[in-house]
């Protein structure tokens, strides 16, 4: 680690796997200890010279000397090092090196000593705000939990969660941390999910109710069934994402770095030319000083690690950081249907009695023969029904796959099917009405024999209704500047279109295969617009690889999701769309100021420097304010999550 720049600029390069480890903190403490003991001696030197005996003034300038060595060979050998393997990453090392070095052979100790002693305290307090940063991050990969009380035979025994396996019961109380993705298979409670999916509210959860590592079990007692452990949970793999995208790097960035091998060379030319017109050594120094480029070096960095932490609170997970840049272009928005704009479950939108029937008496028929089924439409009429019937012991409930449910039992017959099926049995069912989702009859007769008519009651009129915050999400993107919006599904036209129109989009293309998907989202690419595509990762991985972004949806319960797509909803939550590319402009415009303006400062103070106005001291000093400037820039992107919620 340089003494220089490394806390600040090569630490916010450098991949964030892991915290600081001890050698690391071990080497910030002696960088620090160098500083301050090169200071000590400094002054020692300094009021020796000054007030001490004029026999001893040599002493005085060998302490002030060894001052200057002291806090200066370690950056002597990290730009010697750096020169040798070509690491761009020591060029504010190398700069600084040659600084102090001609310093020192004009017998200025003092500047020599002073110069690495300002930086090293100045980039002690940068890189505590990189950390800063940093820490947002690595709080989402501390959120496991320290440990698990497994279910034995023999009773209860807590466990490392490292131990665990698939097929583990656990006994999770209130208050305590998940510590691995499974089934609910005994009790209920309240979950929070927000440390993983960034959703406030909490999560209801029952018997066979999925559960992930990382969240907090918050009221009642439950048990269950380990699925997945370690970094296969949803966690895991989000933090393994999540460090894949660090590493990466966006098209801003990565030409920061094309260029820098010139700029080492470039300030020492201004610096030669400068010493060579005014013959004053100080001006070079200042001009090398001032010329040092760690506020290039942060401007990408810093700003990516606090739009992926912002994103992560947010849960939106930003698999490589170069979608940031696309996102931010983004003109045409492709959605799936089932499960992405919708619920992906049936809904009871409408009930039709025939005369003399009343509503409530047909719901309450159709939920007698739907208790004991898990057929969509049964689910959908169970949650219709506004109290369910009391079970009947005596009812017998036959499910006749394709057709219906039966249920007999006192004296009475009642039936919950298909038009065609009840019509088979002798009834004289009205037509179908107008609908473009599923309709299902209700019929009811006086006997439990098979040779009883039944008399229709009605009929249920169903469907797949869009999410509550859709249609605001599509007006919210339309606002951001999307100017088109295409609803994708292989579903039925007119499924499709009556979506389509709630939503207000631009066009619906329906009944396609996943393939044909894929081909919709060429055409789109190849008329020229930058397409993000969004959907649920499993039917839609074709598509979702295919456009300029991918958006998986619900990404926090599938493999698929977070491996087809660039960016990922944690959760099924619309909303989040105009978000992320809200996050996404904001991050590329903080990194195009962060750039300008180290830039515009860098230059001015070479040239100020050039000319006289700025010392090498005052060039220590100043040095600093630009990649203040940026690294306070860069945290104004941890507010953006703070102001969302």
Same mark, same amino acid.
């Given at each position: 680690?340089?003494?220089?720049?490394?806390?600040?600029?090569?630490?916010?390069?450098?991949?964030?796997?892991?915290?600081?480890?001890?050698?690391?903190?071990?080497?910030?403490?002696?960088? %620090?200890?160098?500083?301050?003991?090169?200071?000590?001696?400094?002054?020692?030197?300094?009021?020796?010279?000054?007030?001490?005996?004029?026999?001893?003034?040599?002493?005085?300038? %060998?302490?002030?000397?060894?001052?200057?060595?002291?806090?200066?060979?370690?950056?002597?050998?990290?730009?010697?090092?750096?020169?040798?393997?070509?690491?761009?990453?020591?060029?504010?090392?190398?700069?600084?090196?040659?600084?102090?070095?001609?310093?020192?052979?004009?017998?200025?100790?003092?500047?020599?000593?002073?110069?690495?002693?300002?930086?090293?305290?100045?980039?002690?307090?940068?890189?505590?705000?990189?950390?800063?940063?940093?820490?947002?991050?690595?709080?989402?990969?501390?959120?496991?939990?320290?440990?698990?009380?497994?279910?034995?035979?023999?009773?209860?025994?807590?466990?490392?969660?490292?131990?665990?396996?698939?097929?583990?019961?656990?006994?999770?109380?209130?208050?305590?941390?998940?510590?691995?993705?499974?089934?609910?298979?005994?009790?209920?409670?309240?979950?929070?999910?927000?440390?993983?999916?960034?959703?406030?509210?909490?999560?209801?959860?029952?018997?066979?109710?999925?559960?992930?590592?990382?969240?907090?079990?918050?009221?009642?007692?439950?048990?269950?069934?380990?699925?997945?452990?370690?970094?296969?949970?949803?966690?895991?793999?989000?933090?393994?994402?999540?460090?894949?995208?660090?590493?990466? #790097?966006?098209?801003?960035?990565?030409?920061?770095?094309?260029?820098?091998?010139?700029?080492?060379?470039?300030?020492?030319?201004?610096?030669?030319?400068?010493?060579?017109?005014?013959?004053?050594?100080?001006?070079?120094?200042?001009?090398?000083?001032?010329?040092?480029?760690?506020?290039?070096?942060?401007?990408?960095?810093?700003?990516?690690?606090?739009?992926?932490?912002?994103?992560?609170?947010?849960?939106?997970?930003?698999?490589?950081?170069?979608?940031?840049?696309?996102?931010?272009?983004?003109?045409?928005?492709?959605?799936?249907?089932?499960?992405?704009?919708?619920?992906?479950?049936?809904? %009871?939108?409408?009930?039709?009695?025939?005369?003399?029937?009343?509503?409530?008496?047909?719901?309450?028929?159709?939920?007698?023969?739907?208790?004991?089924?898990?057929?969509?439409?049964?689910?959908?009429?169970?949650?219709?029904?506004?109290?369910?019937?009391?079970?009947?012991?005596?009812?017998?409930?036959?499910?006749?796959?394709?057709?219906?449910?039966?249920?007999?039992?006192?004296?009475?017959?009642?039936?919950?099917?298909?038009?065609?099926?009840?019509?088979?049995?002798?009834?004289?069912?009205?037509?179908?009405?107008?609908?473009?989702?599923?309709?299902?009859?209700?019929?009811?007769?006086?006997?439990?024999?098979?040779?009883?008519?039944?008399?229709?009651?009605?009929?249920?009129?169903?469907?797949?209704?869009?999410?509550?915050?859709?249609?605001?999400?599509?007006?919210?993107?339309?606002?951001?500047?999307?100017?088109?919006?295409?609803?994708?599904?292989?579903?039925?036209?007119?499924?499709?279109?009556?979506?389509?129109?709630?939503?207000?989009?631009?066009?619906?293309?329906?009944?396609?295969?996943?393939?044909? #998907?894929?081909?919709?989202?060429?055409?789109?690419?190849?008329?020229?617009?930058?397409?993000?595509?969004?959907?649920?990762?499993?039917?839609?991985?074709?598509?979702?690889?295919?456009?300029?972004?991918?958006?998986?949806?619900?990404?926090?319960?599938?493999?698929?999701?977070?491996?087809?797509?660039?960016?990922?909803?944690?959760?099924?939550?619309?909303?989040?769309?105009?978000?992320?590319?809200?996050?996404?402009?904001?991050?590329?415009?903080?990194?195009?100021?962060?750039?300008?303006?180290?830039?515009?400062?860098?230059?001015?103070?070479?040239?100020?420097?050039?000319?006289?106005?700025?010392?090498?001291?005052?060039?220590?000093?100043?040095?600093?304010?630009?990649?203040?400037?940026?690294?306070?820039?860069?945290?104004?992107?941890?507010?953006?999550?703070?102001?969302?919620?």
């Amino acid at each position: 680690m340089s003494t220089i720049a490394t806390p600040a600029s090569h630490q916010a390069q450098r991949s964030l796997d892991v915290p600081l480890t001890l050698a690391e903190r071990g080497r910030i403490v002696v960088q %620090l200890g160098t500083a301050m003991l090169a200071a000590a001696l400094l002054a020692v030197g300094w009021l020796q010279r000054e007030y001490g005996p004029e026999d001893l003034r040599s002493l005085a300038d %060998l302490i002030i000397a060894v001052a200057a060595l002291i806090v200066a060979a370690p950056i002597f050998w990290e730009a010697i090092r750096g020169t040798i393997t070509g690491d761009r990453n020591t060029m504010t090392e190398q700069l600084v090196a040659l600084a102090t070095l001609a310093a020192m052979m004009t017998g200025n100790f003092v500047t020599a000593t002073l110069i690495p002693v300002i930086l090293n305290l100045g980039h002690f307090f940068e890189e505590r705000s990189v950390l800063g940063a940093q820490a947002a991050i690595e709080g989402l990969r501390q959120l496991h939990a320290r440990s698990a009380v497994l279910v034995t035979p023999d009773g209860e025994r807590e466990v490392d969660p490292d131990s665990l396996t698939a097929g583990d019961v656990l006994l999770v109380r209130p208050g305590d941390v998940i510590a691995a993705d499974g089934t609910v298979i005994d009790g209920a409670s309240a979950v929070d999910q927000s440390p993983v999916t960034g959703e406030s509210a909490p999560e209801d959860v029952e018997v066979d109710s999925p559960v992930y590592a990382g969240t907090v079990n918050l009221s009642g007692l439950i048990r269950v069934r380990v699925t997945k452990t370690g970094k296969q949970t949803a966690l895991g793999r989000v933090v393994e994402l999540l460090r894949e995208a660090e590493q990466s #790097k966006t098209p801003a960035m990565k030409l920061i770095d094309q260029y820098a091998g010139y700029y080492v060379p470039i300030i020492l030319i201004v610096a030669g030319v400068v010493l060579f017109i005014t013959h004053e050594m100080s001006r070079a120094v200042a001009v090398l000083v001032v010329g040092c480029p760690v506020a290039f070096i942060l401007a990408g960095p810093t700003a990516m690690i606090a739009a992926l932490a912002t994103a992560s609170r947010l849960g939106i997970l930003i698999k490589n950081t170069r979608f940031l840049e696309s996102l931010s272009d983004v003109d045409t928005v492709v959605l799936d249907k089932t499960g992405t704009v919708t619920l992906g479950k049936l809904e %009871l939108v409408e009930t039709r009695p025939v005369e003399g029937v009343e509503p409530q008496r047909l719901l309450e028929r159709a939920a007698e023969c739907a208790m004991a089924s898990r057929h969509p439409v049964s689910r959908a009429v169970m949650e219709a029904a506004d109290t369910p019937p009391v079970v009947d012991a005596s009812l017998r409930i036959e499910e006749i796959p394709g057709k219906g449910v039966l249920a007999r039992g006192n004296h009475r017959t009642v039936m919950l099917g298909r038009r065609e099926w009840i019509a088979q049995r002798g009834a004289d069912m009205p037509a179908n009405p107008d609908h473009p989702g599923p309709i299902v009859w209700v019929a009811e007769s006086d006997g439990d024999g098979d040779d009883a008519v039944p008399r229709p009651l009605g009929c249920l009129l169903l469907a797949d209704v869009p999410r509550p915050e859709a249609k605001q999400a599509l007006a919210e993107l339309r606002r951001l500047g999307l100017v088109r919006s295409v609803l994708l599904t292989g579903d039925r036209r007119e499924v499709a279109e009556q979506i389509g129109a709630a939503l207000n989009t631009d066009e619906v293309i329906a009944e396609v295969l996943p393939e044909q #998907k894929l081909e919709v989202i060429r055409r789109e690419r190849a008329q020229g617009r930058i397409v993000m595509m969004v959907g649920d990762g499993v039917n839609d991985a074709l598509a979702l690889a295919t456009g300029d972004v991918g958006v998986a949806l619900g990404a926090v319960a599938s493999d698929v999701a977070l491996r087809s797509a660039d960016v990922a909803l944690m959760t099924n939550d619309l909303g989040r769309l105009p978000l992320t590319v809200l996050l996404a402009r904001q991050t590329r415009r903080t990194i195009n100021q962060n750039i300008g303006i180290g830039l515009l400062i860098s230059v001015g103070f070479v040239a100020a420097a050039s000319i006289g106005w700025i010392g090498p001291l005052m060039a220590a000093v100043l040095h600093n304010f630009g990649e203040v400037f940026v690294l306070g820039n860069s945290a104004r992107l941890l507010g953006f999550a703070r102001e969302e919620e």
